[in-house]
């Protein structure tokens, strides 16, 4: 019966220890105003001009991901069909 408590509790302080405690934010975000009837390379432009550096980080850690290419070609198929 102790061990099983003790395992409560230690799960339930490592759940609570990974809860992330953040700052309020001190900055207002970004606003965009988006027409959906525009195709879609004027539509996301501006987005895509503002977020140019974070995204190409981001892609460069996603290629460092152990997926294969072939991945991505049966998901395309799969969302095809």
């Known amino acids: 019966m102790m061990k099983i408590v003790l395992a409560f509790v230690l799960t339930f ?6 809860i992330p405690h953040h ?7 970004l ?7 525009d195709p ?3 539509r996301w432009g501006p987005i895509i001009k ?3 550096e974070p995204l190409s980080r981001f892609m ?3 290629d ?4 294969s290419k072939t991945f991505f070609k049966d ?7």
């Open 13 to 18: 302080f490592l759940a609570v220890s990974q």
């Open 23 to 29: 700052d309020p934010v001190a900055h207002s975000p």
């Open 31 to 37: 606003v965009y105003k988006v027409n959906l009837e």
């Open 40 to 42: 879609p390379i004027k």
């Open 50 to 52: 503002d977020f140019h």
């Open 60 to 62: 460069q850690y996603f």
């Open 64 to 67: 460092l991901l152990p997926i």
């Open 75 to 81: 998901v395309e198929w799969y969302a095809k069909n």
